[in-house]
Protein backbone atom coordinates (compact mmCIF):
# COMPACT_ATOMS: atom_id res chain seq x y z
CA UNK A 1 0.00 0.00 0.00
CA UNK A 2 1.39 3.29 -0.94
CA UNK A 3 1.14 6.27 1.26
CA UNK A 4 0.04 9.71 -0.33
CA UNK A 5 2.19 12.18 1.23
CA UNK A 6 0.16 15.10 2.17
CA UNK A 7 0.30 18.73 0.89
CA UNK A 8 0.10 21.91 2.37
CA UNK A 9 -2.07 24.44 1.43
CA UNK A 10 -0.21 28.08 1.49
CA UNK A 11 -2.86 29.10 4.40
CA UNK A 12 -1.55 26.23 6.28
CA UNK A 13 2.28 28.16 5.90
CA UNK A 14 0.52 30.71 7.77
CA UNK A 15 0.42 29.85 11.75
CA UNK A 16 0.44 33.23 13.30
CA UNK A 17 0.74 35.71 9.98
CA UNK A 18 1.23 39.19 11.43
CA UNK A 19 4.33 37.93 13.44
CA UNK A 20 5.55 35.49 10.61
CA UNK A 21 4.98 38.72 8.07
CA UNK A 22 6.91 40.94 11.13
CA UNK A 23 9.88 38.70 11.06
CA UNK A 24 9.91 38.91 7.39
CA UNK A 25 9.40 42.61 7.70
CA UNK A 26 12.89 43.03 9.76
CA UNK A 27 14.80 41.22 6.96
CA UNK A 28 13.24 43.09 3.79
CA UNK A 29 13.63 46.31 5.32
CA UNK A 30 17.30 46.15 6.15
CA UNK A 31 18.43 44.58 2.56
CA UNK A 32 15.97 47.36 0.90
CA UNK A 33 17.73 50.24 3.23
CA UNK A 34 21.07 48.44 2.10
CA UNK A 35 19.99 48.42 -1.52
CA UNK A 36 18.73 52.04 -1.61
CA UNK A 37 22.43 53.11 0.01
CA UNK A 38 23.71 51.32 -2.59
CA UNK A 39 21.94 52.78 -5.29
CA UNK A 40 22.80 56.28 -3.90
CA UNK A 41 26.34 55.08 -3.99
CA UNK A 42 26.00 54.55 -7.63
CA UNK A 43 24.02 57.26 -8.92
CA UNK A 44 26.42 59.77 -7.25
CA UNK A 45 29.19 58.33 -8.62
CA UNK A 46 27.89 57.75 -11.56
CA UNK A 47 26.74 61.13 -12.29
CA UNK A 48 30.27 62.18 -11.20
CA UNK A 49 32.03 60.77 -14.34
CA UNK A 50 28.90 61.08 -16.65
CA UNK A 51 29.70 64.87 -16.06
CA UNK A 52 33.46 64.36 -16.23
CA UNK A 53 32.87 62.46 -19.80
CA UNK A 54 30.37 64.93 -21.21
CA UNK A 55 32.97 68.17 -20.34
CA UNK A 56 36.03 65.56 -22.09
CA UNK A 57 33.82 64.87 -25.30
CA UNK A 58 33.09 66.56 -28.28
CA UNK A 59 30.03 64.56 -29.47
CA UNK A 60 27.98 65.92 -26.23
CA UNK A 61 24.59 65.08 -28.10
CA UNK A 62 25.50 61.54 -28.84
CA UNK A 63 27.16 60.90 -25.93
CA UNK A 64 24.43 61.76 -23.92
CA UNK A 65 21.69 59.99 -25.51
CA UNK A 66 23.75 57.18 -24.87
CA UNK A 67 24.05 57.55 -21.12
CA UNK A 68 20.25 58.37 -20.45
CA UNK A 69 19.78 55.04 -22.10
CA UNK A 70 22.39 52.98 -20.28
CA UNK A 71 21.05 55.20 -17.00
CA UNK A 72 17.61 53.99 -18.22
CA UNK A 73 18.09 50.40 -18.48
CA UNK A 74 19.60 50.30 -15.27
CA UNK A 75 17.01 51.89 -13.36
CA UNK A 76 14.40 49.27 -15.08
CA UNK A 77 16.70 46.50 -14.23
CA UNK A 78 17.10 47.52 -10.92
CA UNK A 79 12.91 48.07 -10.24
CA UNK A 80 13.09 44.43 -11.93
CA UNK A 81 15.96 42.83 -9.48
CA UNK A 82 13.78 44.56 -6.58
CA UNK A 83 11.16 43.16 -7.01
CA UNK A 84 12.38 39.18 -7.64
CA UNK A 85 13.84 40.11 -4.34
CA UNK A 86 10.81 41.54 -2.68
CA UNK A 87 9.06 38.35 -3.88
CA UNK A 88 11.87 35.48 -3.47
CA UNK A 89 12.17 37.32 0.19
CA UNK A 90 8.56 37.21 1.20
CA UNK A 91 8.10 33.83 0.26
CA UNK A 92 11.43 32.62 1.78
CA UNK A 93 10.22 34.39 5.31
CA UNK A 94 6.95 32.45 5.17
CA UNK A 95 8.54 29.18 4.81
CA UNK A 96 11.28 29.72 7.12
CA UNK A 97 8.88 31.68 10.26
CA UNK A 98 6.72 28.74 9.52
CA UNK A 99 9.44 25.90 10.38
CA UNK A 100 10.04 28.75 13.83
CA UNK A 101 6.48 29.05 14.58
CA UNK A 102 5.15 26.03 14.02
CA UNK A 103 6.57 23.66 16.63
CA UNK A 104 5.13 26.39 18.95
CA UNK A 105 1.83 25.00 18.31
CA UNK A 106 3.01 21.18 19.26
CA UNK A 107 4.98 22.80 22.58
CA UNK A 108 1.85 24.12 23.72
CA UNK A 109 -0.58 21.23 22.65
CA UNK A 110 1.70 18.93 24.60
CA UNK A 111 1.75 21.61 27.35
CA UNK A 112 -1.39 21.35 27.50
CA UNK A 113 -1.86 17.44 27.93
CA UNK A 114 0.44 17.32 30.77
CA UNK A 115 -1.45 19.61 32.20
CA UNK A 116 -4.55 17.35 31.86
CA UNK A 117 -2.60 14.37 33.17
CA UNK A 118 -1.91 12.91 29.70
CA UNK A 119 1.77 12.27 30.33
CA UNK A 120 1.77 9.70 27.63
CA UNK A 121 1.70 12.46 25.20
CA UNK A 122 4.78 13.49 23.25
CA UNK A 123 6.19 16.32 21.05
CA UNK A 124 6.24 14.88 17.62
CA UNK A 125 7.96 17.66 14.97
CA UNK A 126 9.06 17.34 11.30
CA UNK A 127 12.46 16.81 10.58
CA UNK A 128 13.56 20.16 9.08
CA UNK A 129 11.41 22.09 12.61
CA UNK A 130 13.34 24.37 14.59
CA UNK A 131 13.74 23.54 18.70
CA UNK A 132 14.14 19.58 18.07
CA UNK A 133 16.02 19.82 21.33
CA UNK A 134 13.13 21.45 23.14
CA UNK A 135 10.73 18.91 21.97
CA UNK A 136 13.25 16.20 23.38
CA UNK A 137 13.73 18.08 26.97
CA UNK A 138 9.79 18.29 26.74
CA UNK A 139 9.49 14.39 26.30
CA UNK A 140 11.58 13.84 29.03
CA UNK A 141 9.95 15.70 31.27
CA UNK A 142 6.47 14.04 29.94
CA UNK A 143 8.62 10.50 30.68
CA UNK A 144 9.21 11.81 34.18
CA UNK A 145 6.16 13.48 35.13
CA UNK A 146 4.42 9.53 34.13
CA UNK A 147 6.72 7.60 35.78
CA UNK A 148 6.49 9.84 39.23
CA UNK A 149 2.73 9.60 38.49
CA UNK A 150 3.03 5.88 38.55
CA UNK A 151 5.25 5.73 41.40
CA UNK A 152 2.86 7.64 43.42
CA UNK A 153 -0.52 5.59 42.29
CA UNK A 154 2.01 2.32 43.29
CA UNK A 155 2.26 3.93 46.53
CA UNK A 156 5.62 4.35 46.21
Known amino acids: MSR ?32 LVMVWLFYANFYRFYDLVLEL ?22 LVATG ?14 HRLI ?13 SKGNYKSRVLLRKADAFAE ?7 LATQLETNSQRRGNGD
Not at 57 to 78: F, G, K, Q
Not at 102 to 111: E, K, N, Q
Not at 134 to 140: G, I, K, M, P
Open 4 to 35: RRYKRKFSNYLLQPLLQVKLGLYAIVLALIFC
Open 57 to 78: TDLREEVTSILDAYINEMVVWT
Open 84 to 97: IYFFVTVAMSIFYT
Open 102 to 114: GPTYAFRRHIQEL
Open 134 to 140: VAEDLNQ
